[in-house]
Nanobody, 121 residues
Framework: QVQLVESGGGLVQAGDSLRLSCESSEDTFSGTPMGWFRQAPGKEREFVARISSSGITTYYEDSVKGRFTISRDNAKNFVYLQMNSLKPEDTAVYYC??????????????WGQGTQVTVPS
C-alpha cells in the first residue's frame, strides 16, 4: 500500500504563493505518474495537474494554467505543486494521487490525506 503525505497548505491572501509537497513511500516512485486534485466544500474532487514518471510531460486544468506548476524529484520521492497568484476560488483541500494517468479521481488508486489551502475573498 503506497502512502502519500501532503504538506505545505495554509491561509494566504489573494495573489500570494504556496508550494505543496507530497512524499511517497513507493519504492518504484520514479516509474509512477502522479497527480494533484482538489476538493472545495460542497463540491466534487476535481483534477488540478498531473506529471509523467519522468517529469517531462505535464498537464493542467484550464483554470490553473500559467499559475500552477507541477514538478517532481524522483531522487527524494517527492512531487510538488507550486501555486502562484492564488485566488479565492483556489480554496480547497488539495490531494496528491498516484497509480493512474487520468483526469478523474477513479483513475488513481492511492491518495494522501490532503492539505488545506485557504484564500479569503
Amino acid at each position: 500500500q503506497v502512502q502519500l503525505v501532503e504538506s505545505g497548505g495554509g491561509l494566504v491572501q489573494a495573489g500570494d504563493s504556496l508550494r505543496l509537497s507530497c512524499e511517497s513511500s513507493e519504492d518504484t516512485f520514479s516509474g509512477t505518474p502522479m497527480g494533484w486534485f482538489r476538493q472545495a466544500p460542497g463540491k466534487e474532487r476535481e483534477f488540478v495537474a498531473r506529471i509523467s514518471s519522468s517529469g517531462i510531460t505535464t498537464y493542467y486544468e484550464d483554470s490553473v494554467k500559467g499559475r500552477f506548476t507541477i514538478s517532481r524529484d524522483n531522487a527524494k520521492n517527492f512531487v510538488y505543486l507550486q501555486m502562484n497568484s492564488l485566488k479565492p476560488e483556489d480554496t480547497a483541500v488539495y490531494y496528491c494521487a498516484a497509480g493512474g494517468w487520468g483526469m478523474t479521481p477513479r483513475d488513481y488508486t492511492s491518495w494522501g490525506q490532503g492539505t488545506q489551502v485557504t484564500v479569503p475573498s
